[in-house]
Every structure is written in C-alpha cells, then in structure tokens.
C-alpha cells in the first residue's frame, strides 16, 4: 500500500521571486544604476550561466548581491546573447563551407522581449517587490519592469543555480 509518493516538484525550491526588465543598456551599465538606485551592491559573478544550444555552450552574464541583513541573494541575469556561429554549407560534392551566422538565445525563451531578469531568492514581501519594481521603473533608461509568475514558466529549470 502506498502511503506517501514524492514527485520532482517536491525538491524544487520556489522561494524566489522574479522581475523583468526591459532596456537597451549594457549589463554593466544596469547593474550600476540598480546599485544606486536600489541601494544594492551586484558585483559580475566569476562564472556565467552557460546554456547547452546546438553544441555550443552560451553565456549569460550574471551579476550577484548576498544581503545578509535580510537573508537574500540578488540575481541579475541577461536574457538575450547575441553571438556569432559557424554554419556549413555543402558546396558540391566534396566541398564543404562554414558561413558565419548572427545568432540570438533567449535563456527564458518564452519571454524572448525581456532584456533581464531579476531573481530575488529567499522569503521577500510583495509590498517590497512592488517597491523595487516602481524604482526600477524610475530608472530613465528602462523601458519597463514587472513581476513575472514563476508558475507560468516553461524554461524554469534554467534559474536553478
């Protein structure tokens, strides 16, 4: 008889938050601005999130902050890579060409229109998520923010770090 079934849901941890930004700058240049105007310190983390896409391993910059006082650590990770990959071309019979081909990968693929994401681990307050939201928002140079619903993600799996 069964008594108890554990299912994958069951380990995984959702005690974090999400906010989108959208915005044109650099990540370097938002993470500075976030620093003053959120009063937070994000420094480039050493290692960036690498995703596994058509053999070849892309990285999105992320940028980290531990606030100890309230026992949360802060992500900035990039949503958008723009890179630059070798496609061949079969040219014949026996010749074979490798064409340099812009690419684009999205780390959350359905919400391909965000430029960053926010990730906010550890108990946090609406109230207080609404707060960081609407200073974001007061940032010139960000085209908007919001909170996202981490049940309606598909590619989830990939902000588990």
Same mark, same amino acid.
């Given at each position: 008889?069964?008594?108890?079934?554990?299912?994958?849901?069951?380990?995984?941890?959702?005690?974090?938050?999400?906010?989108?930004?959208?915005?044109?700058?650099?990540?370097?240049?938002?993470?500075?601005?976030?620093?003053?105007?959120?009063?937070?310190?994000?420094?480039?983390?050493?290692?960036?999130?690498?995703?596994?896409?058509?053999?070849?391993?892309?990285?999105?910059?992320?940028?980290?902050?531990?606030?100890?006082?309230?026992?949360?650590?802060?992500?900035?990770?990039?949503?958008?890579?723009?890179?630059?990959?070798?496609?061949?071309?079969?040219?014949?019979?026996?010749?074979? %060409?490798?064409?340099?081909?812009?690419?684009? /990968?999205?780390?959350?693929?359905?919400? &391909?229109?965000? @430029? +960053? #994401?926010?990730?906010?681990?550890?108990?946090?307050?609406?109230?207080?998520?609404?707060?960081?939201?609407?200073?974001?928002?007061? %940032?010139?140079?960000?085209?908007?923010?919001? /909170?996202?619903?981490?049940?309606?993600? &598909?590619?989830? @799996? +990939? #902000?588990?770090?």
């Amino acid at each position: 008889m069964q008594i108890h079934s554990l299912e994958i849901d069951d380990f995984i941890d959702t005690d974090y938050s999400l906010i989108s930004i959208h915005t044109g700058l650099e990540d370097y240049k938002l993470a500075y601005l976030l620093n003053e105007k959120l009063n937070v310190f994000f420094a480039k983390s050493r290692t960036s999130l690498e995703l596994k896409e058509n053999g070849q391993c892309i990285p999105f910059s992320v940028y980290s902050f531990n606030d100890e006082a309230q026992s949360n650590t802060w992500y900035l990770i990039e949503n958008k890579y723009h890179g630059v990959s070798n496609k061949p071309i079969s040219n014949g019979l026996f010749q074979t %060409i490798n064409e340099t081909v812009n690419t684009t /990968s999205y780390l959350v693929p359905e919400k &391909k229109k965000m @430029d +960053f #994401l926010l990730k906010i681990e550890g108990d946090f307050a609406s109230y207080k998520l609404l707060e960081v939201i609407d200073s974001i928002k007061s %940032i010139k140079q960000v085209i908007t923010s919001y /909170s996202i619903d981490i049940s309606t993600l &598909k590619s989830k @799996d +990939f #902000l588990i770090f």
